[in-house]
């Protein structure tokens, strides 16, 4: 639209000075045609501050009725060269009109004081000004031929350009050249100012007319103030701009350079003549000059040093950032990339349909390697792991290390469910390979815990952290080195866990916890209850009646098993000296040998109830063994026998057995798990591995009872291989208390 503007003005121009009949009509179609285009452009184009364009259109306004009511002097009431006149009243309207529009663009422009951009404005505008005080202020005012008034009306005219060039000045000056309307803005202040000047010169010298080509920059104001504010860029001039770099500085150089030679070279040319006239003049603007130069170098030093602190800065935010995203160690990201990253990759998801997956990776092994290799060869492992998960994942993944032996995987965008799994078996294969870690090779196996974003309730960087760490405590239950991918049903586990976790505690305060009793049976000769096992049940006020499985995990976790485990005790032994049980066999966790204190329980709990330590038989589980406080728990094993107690082994067989242990610690029972009764009758290798146990525990002088007895097969088979004990549903299952007695005696009056 705005090169439309200007080719049709440009014709009328051409029709301007081709028809000089029509002078009056074409002027004043082309000095009206600028301001419509003005205010076209506004309405057009919607600039934030349409005052400044308004005071622009005001300005043309003038100039174009300054105009008019000349031509009307001249062409209709045949005046010649009227000056100074009603046309120049109007005239002179136009600098102030012009310089407040082109100020308030400047105040918008830079909000923010900007010195050098000003100094450099007062540079251009004083070289300006010592050339218009040269060669028209000063003709002007030695003019002895015309009247004080038509002196002041003349030097009115550069006085009011100076004003516009100083504005303008600063306004090219405060932001860079960027756009064509701030361009054509300031070609139609040097069109003004240039026919202003010829205007002077000619009547200094000579005889003004109508028609010149001195008109052409008042044309020229016109037409490009016109076409500015038609640009789209012309909302530009009254928005912020950043301030000039360095590139910006060094455009400035050239006008500058030639501003500052303007004063020499106005001496030298004066210096021709026979008659020095404007030396002071001069030498004062060549003083000021000299002034304005020093502060600008000086301000363009620290502008320079600025930049340079603010790149100095800028470089020490990258590698802060880059350090607060980097695990030190691995070289992987660290919890706060993954966490930024997955935001991001949910939000797109979301967006997109799609779904964001993630891999949560724990090394199940790593501590045994920390504690007995070192620290530093953990480090080591760390580090080789960190290295194949990153060689395992596909381009576009993100591998972070969590912190201590967790790492994470942040799939790429897109990624689906199945590429997750098919990821999750590669590492489990890639980790399961052992490294080699100071010359020696250490296996270590991974879980892994798989999780998408719509397997959650929702779709925060938590709940699909959340739900991998859930997956990867199902992988981790299901016997470790494998994978789990989420599902819903995890999670209502956890919410269970959780509320067994907080029930605990009030459940042994308020008696929620009872005993039943499970007899052990002797097989060799009459059948005759030898004792009793207690087993705990947790009578919960929702979840009704709860087997040890459902909350002893639960227990140990939180180190709830200790007091528990102390109630037990406390209750059982009271209930075996009650109701005269043979003994009575009471579960210890390998919680409750940590802290010491286990051998004081079990002698008070057997003092409280006058019990007979013989009577009281504790029943451990192999991984006693493996537990950090095993010294502790041999110890006190050794002290409990030293008592009287007697110590069973339970689920003999299951884990880490070691013939070592039955030589070396005092036991007396071994119980053989349910796994190996279950099949004896229909497998003969399930029957030749209980016959091994069974005389193995007879050359040792130890007794066996067989657990998860329930069929008459089982029975006979066990008491034909010598089995002295057996428990399980074929003789009861665990009763309260109350029942004890009757099942005995059904127990004792039965068949052989």
């Known amino acids: 639209m705005a090169l439309r503007f200007a080719a049709f003005m440009a014709l009328w121009t051409v029709f301007y000075y081709s028809v000089p009949s029509l ?3 074409t002027w004043t179609v082309i000095g009206l045609g600028g301001v419509g285009a003005v205010l076209v452009g506004v309405r057009r184009h919607r600039p934030s501050s349409r005052r400044a364009w308004y005071f622009l259109a005001g300005a043309m306004l003038t100039l174009v009725s300054g105009d008019t009511a000349y031509n009307l002097l001249t062409d209709v009431f045949n005046r010649v060269e009227p000056f100074p006149s009603i046309a120049d009243a109007i005239y002179l309207l136009t600098y102030p009109l012009a310089a407040a529009g082109v100020m308030l663009m400047v105040r918008r422009r830079s909000p923010l004081r900007d010195r050098a951009a000003l100094i450099d404005a007062v540079i251009l505008t004083t070289a300006a000004a010592l050339l218009l005080w040269v060669y028209i202020i000063t003709p002007t005012v030695d003019d002895r031929t015309q009247s004080w008034t038509s002196s002041a009306v003349s030097i009115a005219y550069p006085l009011g350009d100076v004003m516009l060039l100083a504005v303008s000045a600063r306004l090219a000056t405060g932001g860079a050249l960027r756009g064509p309307a701030v361009r054509l803005l300031l070609l139609g202040v040097v069109g003004l100012t240039g026919s202003d000047v010829a205007y002077a010169l000619v009547r200094l010298y000579g005889v003004w007319h109508v028609g010149t080509p001195a008109d052409l920059g008042w044309v020229i104001f016109y037409v490009a103030w016109g076409a500015a504010a038609l640009s789209p860029s012309m909302t530009e001039l009254t928005e912020p701009v950043a301030r000039g770099r360095r590139g ?6 050239l ?12 001496l030298m040319i004066e210096s021709l003549e026979v008659e020095l006239r404007d030396g002071p003049v001069i030498a004062v603007t060549s003083a000021v000059m000299f002034l304005l130069v020093l502060l600008r170098l000086y301000l363009a030093g620290r502008q320079t040093r600025e930049l340079d602190n603010r790149a100095h800065t ?21 919890r706060l990339r993954f966490q930024d990253r997955a935001e991001r990759a949910l939000a797109r998801a979301q967006d997109c349909g799609g779904v964001a997956a993630m891999l949560l990776i724990d090394l199940d092994n790593f501590k045994e390697v920390n504690d007995t290799q070192g620290h530093k060869v953990g480090d080591e492992l760390l580090v080789a792991a960190a290295s194949r998960i990153a060689g395992a994942v596909r381009p576009g993944d993100l591998p972070v290390r969590l912190g201590g032996d967790e790492f994470a995987v942040l799939l790429s965008d897109g990624a689906s469910e199945s590429a997750a799994v098919a990821l999750a078996e590669r590492l489990i294969g890639v980790l399961a390979e052992p490294f080699r870690l100071s010359g020696a090779p250490v296996p270590v196996r991974a879980s892994i815990g798989v999780a998408t974003s719509p397997g959650g309730a929702g779709g925060t960087e938590e709940v699909l952290f959340r739900n991998a760490d859930l997956a990867l405590y199902a992988a981790k239950a299901d016997g470790k080195g494998t994978w789990r991918l989420f599902e819903p049903s995890l999670y209502d586990a956890a919410l269970q866990r959780l509320a067994l976790r907080t029930g605990l505690d009030r459940a042994l305060a308020v008696g929620e916890f009872e005993l039943h009793y499970q007899p052990i049976v002797e097989l060799q000769g009459p059948p005759r209850v030898a004792g009793f096992e207690a087993l705990v049940r947790w009578r919960h006020p929702k979840l009704g009646l709860l087997a ?23 209750r059982a032994t009271a209930d075996a000296a009650a ?12 919680h409750q040998f940590s802290g010491g204190g286990f051998v004081d329980t079990v002698r008070s709990a057997l003092r409280a109830a006058d019990l007979p330590a013989d009577r009281l038989t ?11 406080a095993t010294a502790d728990a041999l110890a006190d094993l050794q002290r409990l026998a030293m008592l009287g107690v007697r110590i069973a082994i339970d689920d003999f ?4 057995s070691s013939i070592g242990y039955l030589r070396d610690l005092k036991f007396d029972v071994i119980k053989a798990d349910k796994s190996f009764v279950d099949r004896i009758a229909d497998k003969k290798d399930h029957e030749r591995l209980l016959r091994g146990i069974v005389h193995v525990a007879a050359t040792m002088d130890l007794a066996v009872v067989a657990e998860g007895v329930e069929t008459i097969a089982q029975r006979d088979l066990l008491r034909d291989m010598g089995c002295a004990y057996a428990q399980g549903f074929f003789y009861s299952p665990a009763v309260p208390l109350a029942e004890t007695s009757g099942v005995r005696a059904a127990i004792e009056m039965g068949e052989n």
């Not at 006008?255 to 106005?266: D, E, Q």
């Not at 499985?549 to 005790?569: H, R, S």
């Open 618 to 628: 504790v029943e451990i589980t192999e991984n006693v063994f493996l537990h950090e």
């Open 23 to 25: 002078h009056l009509l």
């Open 248 to 253: 910006a500085d060094r455009a400035r150089v």
């Open 255 to 266: 006008p500058l350079a030639i501003a500052a030679l303007v004063a020499p070279s106005v």
């Open 548 to 570: 040890p499985g459902n909350f002893v995990p639960v227990a140990e976790e939180t180190g709830q098993i200790t007091p528990i485990g102390a109630w037990i005790l406390r």
């Open 653 to 656: 067989g299951t884990g880490y």
């Open 579 to 590: 109701a005269g049980f043979g003994y009575v066999a009471v579960n210890v966790s390998p």
């Open 314 to 334: 800028r470089a020490m935010l990258r590698e802060l950032k880059y350090r607060a995203y980097r695990d030190s160690l691995t070289g992987l990201g660290n």
